[in-house]
Structures are given as C-alpha cells and as structure tokens.
C-alpha cells in the first residue's frame, strides 16, 4: 500500500472518531484500526513495538474514563453504593471518549513507523512545499528519536540494576522528570546538529530537487482512496441527515 493512501485511511479515521458520537460506530472505526495494523506489518515486531507506545497511554485513558464515569450525573441511574453514583450519561460519555482516544493513539502511534524519506516523497505528491514536508517529517523523526533516547536510558539504569517499576508511585513523577528533561535536551542537540548540517549542504539553494526514489500511485491504491473518500461522504450524509 501507497504511503499516501495510508495517510488518507489515517485522515479519515481520525476525522470519523471526532465526528461520530455513537459507542458502537466508534468500535467499528477502533476494530478497522486493528485491522490496517494487520495490513501493513503483521508481524510479532510490530506489535512488540506498538504495545510499550500504547502502554502508558493506556494509563491516561483508563484515568479518563473513570473521571467521566464518577463526575457525569446524567440520565438514569445504572449503580449507587454509598457515595458512588453511576450514572447512564455517565456511562456512555467515558466510553466515547475512551474509544476515541485510543482511535487516536493507535493511528499516531502507526504514523511514526513511515519512514523518513517515505514521508516526504507521500507529502510531495500531494504538491506540499518541501520545506513544509520537511518540517512535517523532522516532527516525526523527533518523537521517535525521543522514544529511542529514553528507552537506551532505561536500559542504562537497568545495568545499574535500577528499575523504575519498583518505586513508589508518588515518587514516580520526579524520577521520570530526571530522566525526561535530560533525554529531551540531548534530542534537541542532535537535531541542532541535523539543523546545521543541512545548512552546510545547502539546503535549498536550487528550487528543484531530484529524487533517487518515487513512489507512483496504482490500480489498488486509487481503488482504495475512492472508496475511502466515498465511504466518508456516504457516513457524513447519514450523520447529517
């Protein structure tokens, strides 16, 4: 599959979980991002990848989903014991929200494994300024060279036999932001670094640029973005009729 046509599938995803306000539509949308995890790279690296990224946001999401349940005091009343209350609106709120943002997640989380250059040249397609491109996929290669950073970190701690799941959960937050701060300063180092080296080759010194490698549309992934773009106009119709 195209780098492009995955961008649109992504694109129309996530425009559809923010859209949609009905559990089961956005268990549909969540169950179709399992199922382009499987399209691209089914493969147990891939999962082995995606699962500690998702694992700490689940944290957040669970976090979420118990604040709407025990603050929403709307419709009728599912379980009442003592000073707990829930509610139906309740209910239904924490399950949307918590849907929506591991919709979310997932489709970002599956955003950083396009690799660098297969970015750029998706981007380019689409007639972007390739300096805007550049900016779009340096974003990108940020973050994942953050998430590299901090694991080799951990992974010098634990040679120290320091494991940060054995500390106390109030004493968490300031380990974390020990390491973090640290790990973000040398991140921006390097990309200084990047900065200046593009600077010495001078970057963008001619208006056109010659790629060694291109990415052409096919028969499968024209299909693929007319159906997409269908589909989305067909569920936006049904939405506001």
């Known amino acids: 599959m195209n780098t492009r046509t995955y961008l649109i599938i992504s694109i129309i995803i996530s ?5 949609m306000h009905n559990v089961e539509h956005l268990l549909i949308l969540f169950g179709m991002c399992i199922l382009l995890v499987f399209v691209l790279n089914p493969t147990k690296k891939r999962f082995a990848l995606l699962w500690p990224r ?3 946001l689940l944290i957040l999401v669970i976090f979420l989903f118990i604040m709407q349940l025990l603050f929403r005091h709307d419709g009728t009343v599912l379980f009442h014991w003592k000073f707990i209350t829930l509610y139906s609106e309740g209910m239904r709120i924490a399950l949307i929200v918590s849907i929506r943002l591991l919709i979310l997640l997932l489709i ?12 750029i040249l998706a ?17 990108f290669y940020f973050v994942r060279m953050f998430e590299e950073q901090l694991k080799s970190t951990k992974e010098q ?9 054995k500390i106390f959960l109030f004493k968490k ?10 790990v973000l300063a040398q991140a921006m180092h390097t990309v200084r670094y990047r900065a200046i080296a593009l600077d010495i080759k001078g ?3 001619h208006p056109t640029r010659t790629y060694y490698i291109s990415q052409k549309l096919k028969w499968f ?10 589909i989305f106009a067909f569920i936006l119709y049904l939405l506001i009729k």
């Open 15 to 19: 425009s559809l979980s923010l859209i």
């Open 221 to 230: 992934d024209y299909l693929t973005q007319i159906l997409a773009f269908l």
């Open 123 to 139: 981007l380019r397609g689409w007639r972007f300024p390739y300096e805007l491109c550049l900016m779009i996929a340096s974003t």
């Open 203 to 205: 970057f963008r010194l």
């Open 54 to 56: 998702l694992r700490f």
């Open 173 to 182: 937050l300031k380990a974390y932001s020990a390491i973090i701060f640290p």
């Open 157 to 165: 701690l634990r040679f120290r036999e320091i494991s940060l799941r």
């Open 108 to 119: 970002v989380s599956l955003l950083f494994d396009i690799p660098y250059y297969n970015f």
